[in-house]
T-cell receptor, first 112, second 113 residues
Framework: DQQVKQNSPSLSVQEGRISILNCDYTNSMFDYFLWYKKYPAEGPTFLISISSIKDKNEDGRFTVFLNKSAKHLSLHIVPSQPGDSAVYFCAAEDARADGLTFGKGTHLIIQP | KAGVTQTPRYLIKTRGQQVTLSCSPISGHRSVSWYQQTPGQGLQFLFEYFSETQRNKGNFPGRFSGRQFSNSRSEMNVSTLELGDSALYLC????????????FGPGTRLLVL
């Protein structure tokens, strides 16, 4: 049973436009959410996080939105740059325990 | 500040053998978590250690074990290796654990033949 779902395995966006990556979750006890970026053969790199008490967090080109009623979060990257091409993972932490639950990832491709 | 380091980076073993992987967290971080990444299952949580104690464990068989030392360095061990244990094993550290950002190391790529 997948508790964190990223339904788009891949996404192609033109350079300079906005990239929107989506993530849905089913566990209502998740209280902390993170986005990571990953290149092949490397560990995930932390991008941005959001606590369940907030609905938006912004850091430079990256903004994460959390809609708790819909159990949905999204990552907006604007403007998209070629170096943003990577696999993006959504992760969530349960309020009762340590350890992150990850989605399967979305491969973002930025086209020139 | 140096990031999370993992050794070795690559490893080849045969079925039935055991393996030990090592992780050094970011200086000052006391929580270390381990994850397994496979193409089929994605990234899955193995266990988390804090102050030399396992605080939480994922849904993996007892062949997977770990420990943490007083300097926060951690090791994980897999005994009686199976072909399905071939994966990228990632270690992540954070200051205290819960509710904090976990920073990942580069991973150890294990191939079981």
């Amino acid at each position: 049973d997948q508790q964190v779902k990223q339904n788009s395995p891949s996404l192609s966006v033109q350079e300079g436009r906005i990239s929107i990556l989506n993530c849905d979750y089913t566990n209502s006890m998740f209280d902390y959410f993170l986005w990571y970026k990953k290149y092949p053969a490397e560990g995930p790199t932390f991008l941005i996080s959001i606590s369940s008490i907030k609905d938006k967090n912004e850091d430079g080109r990256f903004t994460v939105f959390l809609n708790k009623s819909a159990k949905h979060l999204s990552l907006h990257i604007v403007p998209s740059q070629p170096g943003d091409s990577a696999v993006y993972f959504c992760a969530a932490e349960d309020a009762r325990a340590d350890g992150l639950t990850f989605g399967k990832g979305t491969h973002l491709i930025i086209q020139p | 500040k140096a990031g999370v380091t993992q050794t070795p980076r690559y490893l080849i073993k045969t079925r039935g053998q055991q393996v030990t992987l090592s992780c050094s967290p970011i200086s000052g971080h006391r929580s270390v978590s381990w994850y397994q990444q496979t193409p089929g299952q994605g990234l899955q949580f193995l266990f988390e250690y804090f102050s030399e104690t396992q605080r939480n464990k994922g849904n993996f068989p007892g062949r997977f074990s770990g420990r943490q030392f007083s300097n926060s360095r951690s090791e994980m061990n897999v005994s009686t290796l199976e072909l399905g244990d071939s994966a990228l094993y990632l270690c992540a550290s954070s200051l205290q654990g819960k509710g904090e950002t976990q920073y990942f190391g580069p991973g150890t790529r294990l191939l079981v033949l």
